[in-house]
């Protein structure tokens, strides 16, 4: 519980938006497509029946085994009010262990852009970029700002991007970034704006199309989708 309303980092003109039957259907996409679960039947679940597949459960964990993790001590640059790692977290997240600061954005480099954040998301990986494991991603660094994907608009371009234009890109939990034009993503025209964090997200969407795939679920069959295993929501 990040507590950033309280906190200032929203503004007083925005919310925050959690998974519930009374939020708007983009949440109830979003909601739905977390990883899915399993298939309710007597078959061998599809992934565990591949041939050739040595894995099983006592394997959980052991590529980490021995393995230090690697720490992004830069984060991204931005500005405006940021949400700073400070502490590690020691089981759920506590307000102490974000500090909350308010700096000048930057300003971008030759082919960046400065996008002002608009949708952040909110998801179950922030809790292991938060911790000192080894993962797939370097940890977050102490006294850099929290990783986010984020929905936002260019406001200044050193590129090809036109101001206005509306992108994706890995920008953390703060109201203002420079990233790469090349590390930005293309939003899908003519859908709500915050359907790019869930349902045409090129992490979450994609990842339940390809999880349905590989569960090919037939009729009969009743397919399981835990929303609280996917992202739990975004900030906008």
């Known amino acids: 519980k990040l507590s950033l309303e309280?906190?200032?980092?929203l503004g007083t003109d925005r919310r925050l938006m959690a998974t519930s039957p009374s939020v708007s259907l983009s949440m109830k996409v979003m909601a739905c497509l977390g990883r899915v679960a399993r298939i309710c039947q007597?078959?061998?679940?599809?992934?565990?029946?591949?041939?050739?597949d040595p894995r099983d459960a006592s394997m959980s964990g052991e590529q980490d085994v021995g393995v230090k993790a690697a720490v992004d001590t830069l984060?991204?640059?931005?500005?405006?009010?940021?949400?700073?790692l400070v502490k590690r977290p020691c089981g759920e997240i506590l307000d102490s262990d974000l500090k909350i600061?308010?700096?000048?954005?930057?300003?971008?480099g030759p082919g960046e852009?400065?996008?002002?954040?608009?949708?952040?998301?909110?998801?179950?990986?922030?809790?292991?970029?938060?911790?000192e494991q080894a993962q797939y991603m370097p940890c977050v660094g102490l006294g850099t700002c929290m990783r986010s994907g984020v929905i936002g608009k260019v406001i200044k371009s050193s590129g090809k991007l036109k101001e206005g234009?509306?992108?994706g890109a890995m920008g953390g939990v703060q109201e203002y970034f420079c990233a790469p034009e090349a590390a930005t993503w293309p939003i899908i025209p003519g859908v709500p704006l915050s359907m790019n964090h869930s349902l045409f997200s090129v992490v979450i969407g994609l990842t339940a199309w390809v999880g349905v795939n590989i569960c090919e679920p037939k009729a009969g069959q009743t397919l399981v989708v835990s929303g609280a295993a996917g992202g739990g929501g975004f900030v906008g």
């Open 6 to 9: 309280q906190s200032g980092v």
């Open 42 to 52: 007597s078959e061998p679940w599809p992934m565990l029946a591949m041939k050739n």
């Open 75 to 84: 984060g991204v640059p931005g500005g405006g009010k940021r949400a700073l």
């Open 101 to 108: 600061v308010d700096e000048k954005p930057p300003e971008p």
């Open 113 to 131: 852009v400065l996008i002002q954040s608009i949708y952040i998301s909110i998801d179950p990986t922030h809790r292991i970029w938060m911790s």
């Open 165 to 167: 234009t509306y992108v």
